[in-house]
């Protein structure tokens, strides 16, 4: 039990790392001795300024699965913020983090079921399955694993090519773009014709001579397909 003590006879840095870890509880009264105190310290200002060097907060993100315990996990597909926040000397605790885990548990699996997964396809963009994880830590701790969701696999729905009356889809061999029969050519030979500054007229392919134009794509959209 720690009583009263004098700012020269703290070790400040070795409290400040104490506090930091979590190591120091409640059960330290950090109190100054009256007797000892002068108007070269003023106990609320240096107080409130640990406090806000150390107060925890809990934050939440999902992403890919990189294992159960990390020191950072930067670029989440979704990070879903500061979950809470703590005040005080004290920093990040084993109870906070259970507390910190199991909000984010809960926010991560009402966001993942509701538009979660549309969400994640669209940002991914991907028909890779990847394996979804949420993470949350307390303070300066590890982000620790607190719900893992399997596997999503997202497929494509949308970009379709539609094409001016009387013309065909060419998206296959020149994407975005229409062709239409035009006349039989002078030369001999499959090949594909191109204007002066590089880009596609048309082609020949077997016997035939074809002028290209842009079609309208729509936009491509992505959804879970598992």
């Not at 913020?81 to 991560?108: F, H, I, M, Q, Y």
């Not at 494509?156 to 090519?161: A, C, I, Q, T």
Request: aromatic share 10%; with cysteine; charged share 25%.
């Amino acid at each position: 039990m720690v009583s009263n003590f004098t700012m020269a006879q703290l070790d400040s840095n070795h409290l400040f790392d104490e506090i930091l870890d979590g190591s120091i509880t409640n059960e330290f009264d950090l109190t100054f001795s009256s007797n000892n105190y002068s108007s070269e310290y003023e106990v609320s200002d240096n107080y409130s300024k640990v406090e806000e060097d150390v107060k925890a907060r809990c934050f939440c993100r999902i992403g890919d699965n990189r294992g159960a315990r990390l020191k950072s996990y930067p670029n989440p597909i979704k990070d879903l913020g500061v979950l809470k926040s703590w005040g005080g000397p004290v920093g990040g605790t084993s109870k906070r983090e259970d507390e910190c885990g199991n909000l984010c548990s809960k926010k991560a699996y009402e966001w993942y079921n509701s538009s979660g997964k549309v969400d994640i396809c669209n940002r991914i963009q991907s028909n890779k399955p990847i394996r979804i994880t949420a993470y949350s830590k307390v303070g300066g701790r590890d982000w620790v694993t607190r719900g893992d969701y399997g596997l999503l696999k997202c497929c494509s729905n949308g970009g379709v090519l539609t094409c001016p009356n009387g013309w065909n889809s060419e998206n296959n061999n020149f994407p975005g773009m229409c062709s239409k029969a035009m006349c039989p050519p002078n030369i001999k030979g499959d090949r594909r014709l191109y204007n002066e500054n590089g880009t596609p007229w048309g082609f020949i392919y077997k016997d035939m001579m074809y002028q290209l134009t842009k079609g309208q794509l729509s936009s491509t959209s992505w959804r879970p397909c598992n």
